[in-house]
């Protein structure tokens, strides 16, 4: 893609002079101009390189990331994000009404709400229903369709972007004026931390997330069903036919949704399993823990038998939704032209559980005036020498 092609070209500026030396892969970060959206707001891209090879393009257009490249096993990079390479492929209509949310900053709540309505202190809200009878993803106009401030920054070990945006009082319904920071950090070891933080002038319920969907095989690869996944959940959320989560804490054990150990993605994608069935495949809720905590914990794993590539996500959020890239087909085309295909990618959105503002069983996600909104997840990425894949 074009922008890459730039940075690539800035990066290989000293290797022209005809000396021998290897490549600078100092972390760096680069600014550009990427597009104009349709209400003629300007678009800036920026192409971050991390200090142990990682690189990530990210748009101010919804703190979209449209390209994560990482080793494999032999260290040639590849691009493991889906995406697009032109802002027009993320503007146009045919993209935002069958919304994927490829790569995404997604708010101000991420997954379902029912029926998009809810209560907080005896008032109720109607929030705009996107998904069926119910709001997904912040509605029609998310988090994932606004053009956010962003400053670049570069420490000594790590480069990162800093997103800010003001989400108004009452915009789609919630409650409150919200003050969002997003920080992308490309950090040593080659991984991508995500930082959220929010503040509000009226109680309502919070719930960001980032929507990258991943194939570890990089570029064209057609499928994650090889792929090897790990969850640390026992239990997960399951849902009713419009997804909304039913209330229970279900144990995944002797169940498909067992990833307790490394278990090939596509390996019961097609059990007989009501879940299953009505998600036509996974796109539930693991519960990695029943309250909030401050900690980074390990939520999952992911291993590539054929790249050899390994991504960890840790996070101090309590749920994960594994989306298995379902509602995938073929519609949309990759950044070479290539369709995205039923399970092109895979998701883990690490998030408070779906449905919450209307589950007092649930940890809340309400955000109070007096309070700031803390929430950190990092995506690792590795090439481990040996994998037990086995339980
Ligand atoms: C949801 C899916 C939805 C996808 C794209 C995921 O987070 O769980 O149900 O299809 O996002 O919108």
């Not at 690869?221 to 399951?238: G, N």
């Amino acid at each position: 893609m074009r922008i890459r092609f730039l940075a690539v070209l800035m990066l290989a500026i000293p290797l022209l002079g005809g000396c021998a030396e290897a490549p600078d892969t100092s972390p760096s970060v680069e600014q550009s101009h990427f597009g104009v959206t349709p209400s003629g707001d300007s678009v800036a891209v920026f192409a971050l390189q991390g200090a142990d090879g990682m690189q990530m393009e990210a748009m101010t257009y919804g703190g979209i990331i449209l390209s994560l490249e990482v080793p494999d096993g032999e260290g040639a990079l590849e691009d493991v994000a889906l995406g697009f390479d032109s802002l027009a492929a993320y503007t146009r209509d045919a993209y935002r009404s069958a919304n994927p949310y490829f790569g995404a900053v997604i708010g101000r709540y991420g997954n379902r709400i029912d029926e998009g309505r809810f209560s907080v202190n005896g008032d109720t809200y109607t929030l705009a229903t996107n998904n069926g009878p119910n709001h997904l993803h912040g509605g029609r106009e998310g988090f994932d369709q606004v053009v956010w401030n962003a400053e670049p920054f570069h420490r000594a070990d790590s480069v990162g972007l800093t997103l800010t945006h003001t989400s108004p009082d009452g915009h789609g319904g919630y409650p409150g004026r919200l003050d969002v920071t997003v920080t992308y950090t490309l950090a040593p070891g080659n991984e991508l931390v995500i930082d959220y933080e929010a503040t509000t002038t009226e109680t309502t319920p919070v719930n960001l997330t980032q929507h990258s969907y991943f194939n570890l095989g990089g570029g064209d690869s057609e499928s994650i069903l090889d792929h090897r996944l790990k969850i640390h959940a026992e239990a997960y959320t399951p849902v009713d036919s419009t997804l909304i989560p039913i209330g229970e804490y279900r144990p995944v054990q002797d169940t498909p949704f067992d990833f307790t150990s490394f278990t090939p993605i596509g390996e019961r994608i097609g059990a007989e399993n009501r879940q299953i069935g009505i998600a036509g495949g996974y796109d539930h809720n693991f519960v990695l823990a029943r309250e909030d905590s401050d900690s980074l914990r390990m939520a999952a794993e992911v291993y590539d038998p054929e790249s050899g590539r390994l991504m960890t996500v840790r996070t101090t959020e309590p749920g994960l939704q594994f989306y298995s890239g379902n509602f995938l087909d073929g519609s949309f085309t990759s950044k070479s032209g290539a369709p995205y295909r039923q399970h092109a990618g895979f998701a883990l959105e690490t998030q408070h559980f779906p449905d919450s503002p209307n589950q007092a069983d649930f940890p809340s996600t309400l955000l109070r005036p007096n309070e700031t909104y803390r929430s950190r997840t990092v995506y690792g990425f590795s090439t481990p020498d040996s994998l037990n894949t086995g339980p």
